[in-house]
Nanobody
Framework: QVQLVESGGGLVQAGGSLRLSCAAS????????MNWYRQAPGKQRELVAG???????NYADSTKGRFTISRDNAKNTVYLQMNSLQPEDTAVYYC?????????WGQGTQVTVSS
């Protein structure tokens, strides 16, 4: 079972930046994909960005050009650098690890962007 611990959320003004971290309990090489999702109040959870074990990266259209996903293999950690944040980015951000057919979730970290 993979355990994930997110950190880095907080309150930021519009136009600001935050970096989220997701530390995995095992080597991320053994994880098929690590993804960041977010869920705003009253909305469905949506994929923000993802990175596969092979290094393939994808972004939601709403975050392309503003968010960057990366990983540090030595630290078993995936990051989400978020720039040019807007109030509509306000949500709880979740890290997810997919291992074959199973997805493991972190506890989530709140990101609030004030206008």
């Amino acid at each position: 079972q993979v355990q994930l611990v997110e950190s880095g959320g907080g309150l930021v003004q519009a136009g600001g930046s935050l970096r989220l971290s997701c530390a995995a309990s095992e080597s991320i090489f053994s994880i098929n994909a690590m993804n960041w999702y977010r869920q705003a109040p009253g909305k469905q959870r949506e994929l923000v960005a993802g990175i596969t074990s092979g290094g393939r990266i994808n972004y939601a259209d709403s975050t392309k050009g503003r968010f960057t996903i990366s990983r540090d293999n030595a630290k078993n950690t995936v990051y989400l650098q978020m720039n040019s944040l807007q109030p509509e980015d306000t949500a709880v951000y979740y890290c997810a690890a997919r291992v074959r057919l199973t997805t493991y979730w972190g506890q989530g970290t709140q990101v609030t962007v004030s206008s």
